[in-house]
């Protein structure tokens, strides 16, 4: 969790970085919601690249079961943040992913 004067500061830094646009809450007009640009999805899918690329080594010891296991685990959690956090835009990697391939 974060406070909400250190959320605010992120989201500023954020958005001068040209990687969320702020826009006023449809709700509330005390309050903002925030979205991702082109850049901040660009930024995501390539943020999540170099999060697989520096995971792959730690799955090299594992068994073939153990990665399979791993690898369904990782499938349920992408599932639900794809639910609860959808990121329009990003190309998701299709059932044969980068890790998959990588350690499979």
Known sequence: MSSQPA?????????????????????????????????GRERLAE??????EQMQPYFESLSVEERQSVDRALGL????????????????????SDFDSATG
Do not use: W, Y
């Open 47 to 52: 943020n999540r690249s170099i999060m697989i």
């Open 77 to 96: 959690v992408s599932d639900f943040l794809k639910d609860r956090h959808p990121v329009d835009g990003v190309d998701e990697p299709d059932d044969e």
């Open 7 to 39: 959320a605010t500061k992120l989201l500023a830094k954020l958005e001068e970085a040209g990687l969320v646009v702020r826009e006023p809450s449809p709700t509330d007009g005390r309050a903002s919601q925030f979205s991702l640009t082109e850049a």
